[in-house]
Nanobody
Framework: QLQLVESGGGLVQPGGSLRLSCAAS????????IGWFRQAPGKAREGVSC????????VYVGSVKGRFTISRDNAKNTVYLQMSSLKPEDTAIYYC???????????????????WGQGTQVTVSS
């Protein structure tokens, strides 16, 4: 059974850093594009970043460019989201998602992904 489990969330001060992990089980990540999404209270879920299965090409939403970095470690079957220079507006539940796509691109839209984790809370506050 395909499963994604996020971890690494928590409370951090503005300007701080966190690294989120998305561990996959029941399948290997090699042929999957992986995305990170977030949902703040009272807002719709939005795409944050994604990484393709071919070439590890990455895409970021404008608000996190230069601050967040997505990466994958296929040996550990895990994808990471390194978040730096965190702002209060980054506060949200962060979800990872997967889709089998042997493609050099990815699309940070919910419809592109068909498997989702349960989320991890990130709170940026002083």
């Amino acid at each position: 059974q395909l499963q994604l489990v996020e971890s690494g969330g928590g409370l951090v001060q503005p300007g701080g850093s966190l690294r989120l992990s998305c561990a996959a089980s029941g399948f290997t990540l090699d042929d999957y594009a992986i995305g990170w999404f977030r949902q703040a209270p009272g807002k719709a879920r939005e795409g944050v970043s994604c990484i393709s299965s071919v070439g590890d090409n990455t895409v970021y939403v404008g608000s996190v460019k230069g601050r967040f970095t997505i990466s994958r470690d296929n040996a550990k079957n895990t994808v990471y989201l390194q978040m730096s220079s965190l702002k209060p507006e980054d506060t949200a539940i962060y979800y990872c998602a997967a889709t089998m796509a042997r493609w050099e691109h990815c699309i940070i839209r919910e419809a592109f992904f068909n498997s989702w984790g349960q989320g991890t809370q990130v709170t940026v506050s002083s």
